[in-house]
């Protein structure tokens, strides 16, 4: 099946095709002849039927992550390794923006909750009470992030697709990037430049669309558990 975008054509597997940051879907292919999609934006997830998406409505508890959405083998992955439990007993929450301590516990669980040796802690508004303490400092120790300030981690804030973008890259060691870059809005010199690439290159975004990436916008619980997905599982 070819997925054309303009002028990009692009050869996938049969399967089923989503939008990464709507999860709309825009259309089957069942592995026979050729199937075009014609999508104005995005580039699409592919999802193997009657693999990674089970049809089974029963095996999640939340009402907002359904078998046809993009995130749900991500969530599915995410519930198993107790990397997250939602934000109710039956919801998600998939649209809503993930704040930088959210983003940094997903990050720290996935990655197997490593115990952090050091206990300095630059930040004044990171307290030793806090849930997400440990993952910061964790973070801290490993240069996975350095805060919005000398002395701020500002955990309440939104954590834009460029931050979790650059924490995920430097948690992975910092490797090494080579390869063209698609974006127009990911220019060399911009602190997730690097982090970008080399996830384009490891399959972990296609962007939200074929030229953009949107490294300012907000990123939902949804993106980040399915880039966590895309790295750990």
Do not use: D, H
């Given at each position: 099946v070819k997925f054309r975008h303009d002028?990009?054509?692009?050869e996938l597997p049969a399967g089923t095709y989503y939008m990464e940051t709507t999860g709309k879907r825009y259309g089957n292919y069942n592995g026979t002849g050729n199937y075009t999609l014609w999508i104005g934006v995005g580039t699409p997830d592919v999802e193997?039927?009657?693999?990674e998406n089970p049809e089974d409505p029963t095996s999640l508890p939340f009402t907002d992550v359904r078998s046809g959405d993009y995130f749900y083998a991500p969530v599915q992955w995410a519930v198993e390794k107790n990397i997250t439990s939602g934000t109710s007993a039956t919801t998600f929450s998939p649209n809503q923006a993930c704040t930088r301590?959210?983003?940094?516990?997903?990050?720290?669980?996935?990655?197997?909750?490593?115990?952090?040796t050091n206990t300095s802690n630059p930040f004044r508004d990171v307290k030793s009470t806090d849930y997400y303490y440990e993952a910061v400092l964790w973070a801290i120790e490993n240069n996975i992030t350095s805060g919005t300030g000398a002395?701020?981690?500002?955990?309440?804030?939104?954590?834009?697709?460029?931050?979790?973008?650059?924490?995920?890259?430097k948690a992975a060691g910092s490797p090494s990037v080579s390869g063209g870059n698609p974006f127009r809005d990911v220019a060399y010199g911009d602190y997730f430049y690097r982090p970008v690439l080399w996830a384009v290159k490891n399959g972990i975004t296609s962007g939200t669309s074929a030229t953009t990436f949107s490294p300012s916008a907000s990123c939902t619980r949804g993106q980040i558990v399915t880039f966590l997905y895309k790295h750990y599982a």
């Open positions: 002028v990009y054509e692009f193997e039927p009657g693999e301590a959210q983003a940094m516990m997903f990050l720290w669980k996935a990655a197997g909750q490593p115990e952090p002395t701020t981690f500002s955990p309440n804030q939104s954590c834009t697709r460029g931050q979790i973008m650059t924490f995920l890259y």
